[in-house]
């Protein structure tokens, strides 16, 4: 079900997907003073850093009995993220983020530039974000991960997308056991997608914020992003995977 390329990217083959909530690690009162500690510093450097809800990905095991693949979740904050730089800290969160595979008629995805007041300021990626804990006793499922897809496509690109429409394409591990769920749209027209995301800045700007994908390109091919700038660990693996899928059709 994995294959592991040069970049240490996994990838799974995963089409169905089951998540299932486990207790978060139990910290140690030292990992959790300098986890605080981090925090606190990391907000005196950029005030504008919230430690909002986040989910952290506790395991990953592909279940013979129903070929699903099944991700252990736990509910956190951002805060969390900070055990990372704690050295021989007990447990280092992942997180869980989800992505769509935006194709544009003819061939070809849409992928965008993070905007300098993003948490990966210049870094490309597809449209997406962050899975977050769901409210109001309602399951973090694999329907839940697709609304959410589908929301980030249209707050981040300005395209409407049935989450009904969309499928699981694939998933990713990356940097830090990061947990990508990748989703495909159906295509649109290229000419949608950048009337739409212009209309969208410009809104944005009206605001006096701007849009969080502050460019936008098409790509067919792991060469289309050379050129680009940095990129995020999984996109080379999932335009690569896709331009072969398209090409074996």
Not at 91 to 109: D, K, M, N, Y
Not at 126 to 143: F, M, V
């Amino acid at each position: 079900m994995t294959a592991t390329d040069a970049a240490a990217v996994e990838f799974f083959d995963a089409r169905a997907l089951r998540l299932e909530q486990v207790p978060v690690p139990r910290l140690s009162s030292e990992e959790r003073a300098a986890m605080d500690r981090f925090w606190d510093e990391a907000v005196a450097r950029q005030p504008a850093l919230f430690d909002g809800p986040a989910v952290a990905c506790i395991g990953v095991e592909a279940n013979d009995d129903d070929a699903a693949l099944v991700l252990s979740w736990a509910p956190v904050t951002y805060r969390y993220r900070a055990l990372r730089r704690i050295e021989g800290c007990s447990w280092l969160p992942a997180s869980i983020f989800v992505t769509v595979l935006q194709p544009v008629e003819g061939g070809g995805l849409v992928v965008g530039r993070s905007a300098d007041f993003t948490v990966h300021p210049g870094q490309w990626a597809l449209p997406g974000g962050s899975a977050e804990p769901p409210t109001d006793g309602k399951s973090l499922d694999l329907a839940a991960l697709r609304r959410h897809a589908a929301q980030e496509l249209v707050e981040e690109i300005g395209v409407t997308a049935d989450p009904e429409d969309m499928t699981v394409w694939g998933v990713t591990r990356g940097e830090h056991g990061n947990i990508g769920v990748h989703f495909l749209a159906p295509p649109v027209p290229t000419s949608l997608v950048l009337k739409h995301h212009e209309i969208l800045a410009e809104e944005e700007h009206a605001r006096g914020a701007g849009p969080e994908l502050d460019r936008l390109a098409i790509v067919g091919s792991v060469q289309d992003l050379t050129g680009l700038g940095r990129c995020a660990d999984f996109l080379p693996m999932v335009v690569s995977r896709y331009a072969g899928e398209r090409t074996q059709a």
